[in-house]
């Protein structure tokens, strides 16, 4: 059988000391006589002892340890989001776990679980919900909101500034020409959702174009969702020469519909999304999209929360990153 991992009792009988002197000498404790820490460093340095990280910040009262709960961990947004605020953790010498919790009876489980077992330091939460999961948050635990707006102040938050996201894409499609513009929205008890609807509705209103209710269509963020809104236009009888999709996945479902009913993008229908996904400049046409930076959303997520770790009592903050509009080949201005 292959030999089991040094442990720190084994350093402890070669030096001929306890195991908490060992442990003295590791965490660099000025209790220690400069004959014993020498012996003890010359047995570690015998057995290639190599000390648990994560035991050693415990026993400090500090694990290094983050942890991100999202409500899945597939979505293309929520992963890269994952990613890069891993990437950032590392960086500065954090572990960051990821979990996922669909519902809010989920989040509220697996919360009161990483409470009881005081692994994590900090909790990243990303959350698009306009719900209650912000009134689960410990106290005793710092947090960050991303992805959305948090109900309490005492929360602090990163997110994509989403009002700006839709003015900037109704303001390329007004500048274009076109008045008669629908909207596919995201699901309506989230917040980047009613935030895109406001920004939309209002930069609409200041150029004087109206936005039927019946061009105002629910979706799911799904291509379906897209596919079957464009259907729902058509049967109105009345379509319009634009359609914003809150994210890029329904924006290629309307037009994927479009050119089934016999329709061209751009020159019947115009369509800007949401996100500028990896494959948005690949579509058929390309797309013209609202960018969020998921990376950058994700990475500013990890060092403000960081930074509350270190500064407990520094005012809270609440990060909005800029979108940026990429214009592509799914727009043109509108012909008459």
Same mark, same amino acid.
């Given at each position: 059988?292959?030999?089991?991992? @040094?442990?720190?009792?084994?350093?402890?009988?070669?030096?001929?000391?306890?195991?908490?002197?060992?442990?003295?000498?590791?965490? =660099?404790?000025?209790?220690?006589?400069?004959?014993?820490?020498?012996?003890? $460093?010359?047995?570690?340095?015998?057995?290639?002892? =190599?000390?648990?990280?994560?035991?050693?910040?415990?026993?400090?009262?500090?694990?290094?340890?983050?942890?991100?709960?999202?409500?899945?961990?597939?979505?293309?947004?929520?992963?890269?989001?994952?990613?890069?605020a891993e990437a950032e953790a590392r960086?500065?010498?954090?572990?960051?776990?990821?979990?996922?919790?669909?519902?809010?009876?989920?989040?509220?489980?697996?919360?009161?679980?990483?409470?009881?077992?005081?692994?994590? $330091?900090?909790?990243?939460?990303?959350?698009?919900?306009?719900?209650?999961?912000?009134?689960?948050?410990?106290?005793?635990?710092?947090?960050?909101?991303?992805?959305?707006?948090? =109900?309490?102040?005492?929360?602090?938050?990163?997110?994509?500034?989403?009002?700006?996201?839709?003015?900037?894409?109704?303001?390329h499609l007004l500048q274009a020409g076109?008045?008669?513009?629908? /909207?596919?929205?995201?699901?309506?008890?989230?917040?980047?959702?009613?935030?895109?609807?406001?920004?939309?509705?209002?930069?609409?209103?200041?150029?004087?174009?109206?936005?039927?209710?019946? #061009?105002?269509?629910?979706?799911? #963020?799904?291509? @379906?969702?897209?596919?079957?809104?464009?259907?729902?236009?058509?049967?109105?009888?009345?379509?319009?020469?634009?359609?914003?999709?809150?994210?890029?996945? /329904?924006?290629?479902?309307?037009?994927?519909?479009? =050119?089934?009913?016999?329709?061209?993008?751009?020159?019947?229908?115009?369509?800007?999304?949401?996100?500028?996904?990896?494959?948005?400049?690949?579509?058929?046409?390309?797309? @013209?999209?609202?960018?969020?930076?998921?990376?950058?959303?994700?990475?500013?997520? @990890?060092?403000?929360?960081?930074?509350?770790?270190?500064?407990?009592?520094?005012?809270?903050?609440?990060?909005?990153?800029?979108?940026?509009?990429?214009?592509?080949?799914?727009?043109?201005?509108?012909?008459?």
């Amino acid at each position: 059988m292959a030999r089991s991992r @040094t442990t720190i009792r084994d350093v402890a009988a070669a030096a001929g000391v306890s195991h908490q002197t060992v442990s003295r000498v590791i965490n =660099r404790s000025e209790r220690v006589d400069p004959e014993t820490r020498s012996r003890v $460093e010359a047995a570690i340095a015998r057995l290639n002892y =190599r000390p648990n990280a994560i035991a050693r910040y415990m026993a400090q009262g500090r694990t290094q340890t983050l942890a991100c709960i999202s409500p899945n961990l597939s979505d293309y947004t929520f992963a890269a989001i994952i990613e890069a605020a891993e990437a950032e953790a590392r960086r500065q010498g954090y572990f960051l776990f990821s979990a996922s919790a669909a519902s809010e009876a989920d989040f509220s489980d697996l919360l009161g679980r990483l409470v009881d077992s005081r692994l994590a $330091e900090g909790l990243l939460v990303i959350n698009p919900y306009a719900d209650g999961r912000h009134a689960l948050l410990p106290r005793s635990v710092p947090s960050v909101f991303v992805g959305a707006r948090p =109900r309490e102040e005492s929360v602090d938050s990163v997110s994509l500034d989403d009002e700006y996201a839709a003015q900037l894409a109704a303001q390329h499609l007004l500048q274009a020409g076109h008045r008669r513009i629908a /909207m596919v929205t995201g699901p309506g008890a989230e917040d980047c959702v009613q935030d895109r609807c406001a920004g939309f509705r209002a930069a609409l209103s200041s150029a004087g174009a109206a936005l039927p209710e019946a #061009w105002v269509l629910p979706g799911d #963020w799904s291509a @379906t969702a897209g596919y079957q809104a464009m259907l729902q236009l058509h049967r109105s009888g009345s379509l319009p020469t634009a359609v914003f999709a809150q994210n890029d996945r /329904m924006a290629i479902g309307v037009m994927r519909a479009a =050119r089934d009913l016999g329709l061209s993008v751009p020159e019947d229908l115009s369509v800007v999304g949401v996100d500028d996904m990896p494959l948005a400049s690949y579509f058929d046409p390309p797309l @013209t999209t609202v960018r969020q930076d998921m990376r950058a959303i994700g990475s500013a997520a @990890t060092g403000l929360l960081l930074q509350r770790l270190a500064e407990p009592g520094a005012p809270r903050r609440h990060i909005r990153l800029p979108a940026e509009l990429v214009i592509r080949s799914s727009t043109a201005p509108r012909g008459d």
